[in-house]
């Protein structure tokens, strides 16, 4: 009997040590896709035309998945162009030959050939997204990544009602890919877009509402080219989530969302029904010298059971387009919650220091060619003055098999070489920029800080920057020139938002620390796909370290092959 009664309590005890156990001991689930790579016609400001989709959709599927789980997405090319997949801002621990950079981790998937990418969401919840990342083919081919908490691991804000993706994009009349090719031929400015568009529609979408409930709004900036405003007539939303990282909650009118970026955000609705319809409206930023499309999107909060036909529309107040000062005061707002359940792991001390002049450019036209880019050159993008040169075969191979020779050049600048006033007027002879496949090798776990400065080289410009690979901390931004004497001293160590993309300011510096914990080669580019065709773009290649779990395993067997 003795025994019996000891059996039975230690079953207890065992038990209640299970169900008191942190929630990471509940293993994640295998989740399956297939993505299809389809021709779809679509009609959009009463035009049709044929679209590369996912699955026949604009935006594509969503991908609906829990921290710790595994994901293995099975991509099938179906049309005629190349095509690679990235999975933005999703870390890819251990896992680069997933991360689907053309040419950088991976061959493009050529017609009629299929890659199985498989990976898993480790330390992270809330909103990222997928999109192509050969060429232009982003323009039409995005997604949302909904990453919810472990099981029985609640929100750190209330439950909300309902949760609803916002996707803001861009919507061009004409073949994006005829777009950017005419302009690397000819070295002027691409056209810009017609419309943006709210979910795919450049003028009718409709979120509907009911009145007292709080909805979580799911916003991602899938934009080729722009930086957004966004706001809600007459609402003010709490943001509670940047880039799949929880933020200090804050109420705000109007939202400002870079290319890249992801913000989720609470949306209390009004007690009860209102005698009004409100618009929700997204127009860009921008502080340049080229032709964009200067135009905004219109979507319709509408509360729901009002029978009530002729309400009056309400619209938000946005900042003006060249309104600087707003970006600013919204990117100082966010900050980490830095608690025990979520710490802010910032690197408190620096093994390596990296000034990189982010900026626009020029290349000489080539002879018996006309050119229509500045002074009849072609326009170019640079970092340190290196306009990168994609190579014609996946660096992460050449890295993985030893066989960088000829590839890439492990001399890429940690600072300008011929340092000058960036925020001014530069030197004539600073408009050039060099080409080449240049990289920084890193040792694992080398923690890094990186300050990128903003140049007014052909004008100043905003560049939201995105690092494959990492979440990094901003940890300080400013305008005109980065003092390296004095600024460091005011950089925010304690709880600084965690990103995987930050704008530079227009004529100003963001700095940013990350630990180099993930070994492969990791890519870095400015989100408005203008630059990055124009080679505002360079990689990381970040070494094994020394323990089994700290090493690149090799490459699927399926990998792409160029």
């Known amino acids: 009997m003795a025994t019996t009664s000891v059996i039975l309590l230690s079953l207890l005890f065992l038990f209640s040590t299970l169900c008191l156990m942190p929630s990471h001991a509940h293993a994640g689930i295998t989740r399956h896709y297939k993505f299809d790579i389809k021709m779809q016609n679509v009609t959009r400001l009463c035009s049709s035309k044929s679209i590369v989709t996912v699955n026949g959709k604009f935006p594509g599927p969503r991908i609906v998945t829990r921290e710790g789980d595994r994901l293995v997405i099975k991509v099938v090319n179906h049309v005629q162009y190349n095509i690679t997949i990235h999975w933005h801002g999703v870390r890819q621990l ?29 330390g992270q919840r809330g909103t990222l997204w997928w999109h192509a990342h050969f060429s232009w083919l982003r323009a039409t081919v995005y997604g949302p990544i909904i990453i919810r908490p472990k099981l029985n691991v609640p929100y750190p804000f209330k439950k909300p009602y309902k949760e609803v993706p916002i996707m803001l994009g861009e919507w061009f009349k004409g073949d994006t890919e005829a777009i950017i090719a005419q302009s690397l031929q000819t070295g002027a400015g691409p056209n810009a ?3 943006y568009t709210i979910n795919g529609l450049p003028d009718t979408f409709k979120l509907k509402v009911k009145p007292g409930k709080t909805y979580l709004l799911r916003l991602i900036n899938a934009a080729l080219n722009d930086e957004l405003f966004f706001s809600i007539a007459n609402h003010t939303v709490t943001v509670v989530d940047a880039d799949a990282s929880y933020v200090k909650p804050f109420n705000t009118d109007i939202l400002f969302i870079s290319p890249g970026q992801t913000t989720n955000v609470l949306l209390k609705t009004k007690p009860h029904f209102p005698n009004a319809t409100y618009f929700m409206e997204a127009r860009p930023y921008f502080t340049g010298q080229g032709t964009i499309d200067n135009t905004t999107v219109a979507g319709v909060l509408q509360y729901q059971q009002n029978s009530n036909t002729n309400l009056p529309v309400l619209r938000p107040t946005l900042p003006q387009i060249n309104d600087t000062t707003f970006p600013a005061n919204f990117s100082t707002k966010l900050r980490s ?49 290196v306009s990168f040169t994609l190579p014609s075969t996946a660096l992460l191979q050449v890295h993985y098999f030893g066989m960088a020779n000829g590839v890439y050049t492990t001399d890429f600048p940690s600072f300008p070489l011929m340092p000058f006033n960036y925020t001014a007027n530069p030197p004539f002879n600073h408009t050039h920029v060099g080409n080449g496949t240049k990289v920084v090798v890193l040792p694992f776990n080398t923690s890094v800080e990186l300050v990128m400065q903003g140049t007014t080289i052909l004008g100043a410009e905003s560049h939201p920057l995105h690092i494959h690979g990492f979440n990094f901390y901003v940890v300080g931004l400013g305008s005109g020139n980065f003092d390296p004497s004095n600024d460091p001293a005011k950089f925010n160590l304690l709880d600084p ?66």
């Open 193 to 195: 877009s017609e419309a």
């Open 497 to 562: 938002v965690e990103r995987n993309t930050a704008s530079v300011p227009s004529g100003g510096w963001v700095a940013v620390r990350f630990q180099a914990d993930n070994p492969g080669v990791w890519f870095m580019h400015c989100h408005l796909d203008v630059h990055l065709s124009w080679g505002l773009r360079m990689a990381w290649v970040v070494m094994d370290g020394k323990l089994p779990n700290q090493k690149l395993p090799p490459p699927p067997s399926d990998l792409p092959k160029c």
């Open 337 to 385: 919650l830095a608690n025990s359940d979520y710490p802010a792991n910032v690197p408190q001390s620096v093994d390596k220091r990296f000034l990189f002049t982010v900026g626009l450019g020029s290349n000489p036209c080539p002879e018996n060619q006309t050119c229509q880019g500045p002074n009849g050159s072609k326009f170019a993008a640079s970092i340190n003055n």
């Open 94 to 122: 251990q896992s680069g030959w997933a991360d689907g950079p053309s040419y950088i981790t991976q061959c493009p998937i050529q017609t009629g050939q299929s890659y199985v990418y498989n990976f898993t969401i480790t």
